[in-house]
């Protein structure tokens, strides 16, 4: 891993891991502990391939919990909250 120094504040980074949230409609989806690269503030940026990666986990996960939620109707309109831990 090349060394690189935060875009935001130029702390030199490290390996470790953050959780990404998405939101698509009325459905939250987390990724917990996605690899990134995390400075000394709390600044964490994530790999482009790790990201595509994520987005495409994320759409395939919303797709088939949309299609099972039409077969299975919720009693209450409360947003859904998802949690991916890889
Ligand atoms: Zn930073």
């Not at 470790?16 to 996605?34: H, I, K, M, Q």
């Amino acid at each position: 891993m090349k060394h690189f120094k935060c875009p935001e504040c130029g702390l030199p980074v490290a390996e470790g891991f953050t959780d990404l949230a998405y939101e698509v409609s009325d459905t939250t989806v987390t990724l917990r502990n996605v690899p990134a690269m995390i400075c000394a503030n709390g600044h964490s940026y994530v790999d482009g391939y790790v990201a595509e990666n994520a987005n495409r986990l994320v759409d395939r996960v919303v797709e088939d919990l949309t299609s099972f939620a039409k077969k299975m109707p919720r009693s209450s309109s409360t947003p859904r909250q998802i949690m991916i831990a890889t």
